[in-house]
Nanobody
Framework: VQLVESGGGLAQAGGSLRLSCTASGRAFSTYLMAWWRQTPENDRAFVSAINRSGKTYYTDSVKGRFTISRDNAKNTVYLQMDNLKPEDSTVYFC??????????????????WGKGALVTVSS
């Protein structure tokens, strides 16, 4: 299974962008799909996830601004990012968890990663 992100780019503060991630393979609907972003320490921080039942999860800093959704018929997960802030600027990674839900641990059970999409928010 491969994950390919698209939709990154430049936005002004207060603006919007939508990230998309399309997966190859036939088991997409059983995966938990998630978005992470790169930290200044070159690590990855959890942003949002949607499990196989459609339950959504968000980190506190994006609640009310970002919305995750999935279209199983298109093998695609989306991250709608509204009211963007300069501190949202970084590389965003799509990830998939084969267990179907978030697990304990630093990377919450992610098994597959995309290559990333750059988001830049100007002030």
């Amino acid at each position: 299974v491969q994950l390919v992100e698209s939709g990154g780019g430049l936005a002004q503060a207060g603006g919007s962008l939508r990230l998309s991630c399309t997966a190859s393979g036939r088991a997409f609907s059983t995966y938990l799909m998630a978005w992470w972003r790169q930290t200044p320490e070159n690590d990855r921080a959890f942003v949002s996830a949607i499990n196989r039942s459609g339950k959504t999860y968000y980190t506190d800093s994006v609640k009310g601004r970002f919305t995750i959704s999935r279209d199983n018929a298109k093998n695609t997960v989306y991250l709608q990012m509204d009211n963007l802030k300069p501190e949202d600027s970084t590389v965003y990674f799509c990830a998939a968890g084969e267990s179907g839900d978030l697990l304990p641990g630093a990377y919450r059970g992610m098994d597959l990663w995309g290559k990333g999409a750059l988001v830049t928010v100007s002030s």
